[in-house]
């Protein structure tokens, strides 16, 4: 029988140095990209997908999360005496049910790998998706559903990549490749975490959004140090090469790297002129200044 993919992981446990001071006691994936945080873009990106559970890997000072994905009762009751039940409705509708999401505390910040390994007993013996927040993509078919469609075919690791310039591999989780004829799908022959441009083998390189076997935690049992002195998700996903099909997808839309400042930015510029009610607006703003 084929297999799907219902829970996605979230790590949020991350200190988000990048963007200190805002992110001292304000947990990085509550940044708003417009009006909106980046852990409920990407909640409703996986929603969107057909995920059902959602598990959070949280740490220190992340308790703004817990409460973003709660019913906020002062605020309901306030707006619901001024009138305002369509803004209840919006603040509502999109939200997980109780019992879909559930939480575990990473403890120390050990590296990607180490958060996912956290959740390795809420996910238990299935395939998963994880999403990184700060991987912001948009979109006309959400990005995991692109995904989805391919692991249904494949039924094996499948990482959403896309071409970035050489100078830059040091930055990403960059693929080695059997063949690639510049299509939506590659064939994985290996990975490494940020390459030098000299040593990188392409420059394909993998974004926050994978669909992970269950043999991925055996990998990362070992808790073994990678680069940057961080317990490296990459290392658990080059281990699994060549006993699993794993394949590359190159996704349609376009992807910001919300965990950088300059790509931050670029997303609040690209999402509010994207926006019906404000696009207009923000687009005379920008040719003022420019
Ligand atoms: P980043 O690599 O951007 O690290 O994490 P970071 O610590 O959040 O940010 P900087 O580099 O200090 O500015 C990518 C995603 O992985 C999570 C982060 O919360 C973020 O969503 N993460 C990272 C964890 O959950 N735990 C970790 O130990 C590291």
Known sequence: MKKQV?????????????????????????????????????VEEAAASGIEEFIFVTGRGKHAIEDHFDVPYELNQTLSE???????????NWMPRPGQ???????????????????RNYVGNEPFAVLLADDLVMSQEPCLKQMIDVFEEAQGNVVAVMDVA?????????????????????????????PKPEDAPSTLSVIGRYILQSEVFDHLDGQQVGAGGEIQLTDALAAMVGSQPFCGL???????????????FEANIAFAISRDDIGEAVRKVLTDYV
């Open 166 to 194: 050489r100078d830059h591999t040091d930055r990403y989780g960059i693929l080695e490749v059997k063949h690639d004829d510049g299509g939506k799908l590659v064939q994985v022959s290996g990975l490494v975490e940020k």
């Open 6 to 42: 219902r829970k996605a992981v979230f790590p949020v446990g991350g200190l988000g140095t990048r963007f200190l001071p805002a992110t001292k006691a304000l947990p990085k994936e509550m940044l708003p990209v417009v009006d909106k945080p980046l852990i409920q873009y990407a």
């Open 101 to 119: 999401i559930a939480y575990t505390r990473q403890m120390e910040p050990l590296g990607l790998g180490h958060a996912v390994w956290c959740a």
């Open 250 to 264: 190159r996704f349609e839309g376009t992807r910001f790297d919300c965990g950088d400042k300059i790509g931050f």
């Open 82 to 92: 001024r009138g305002k039940k369509n803004i209840i409705d919006a603040l509502g």
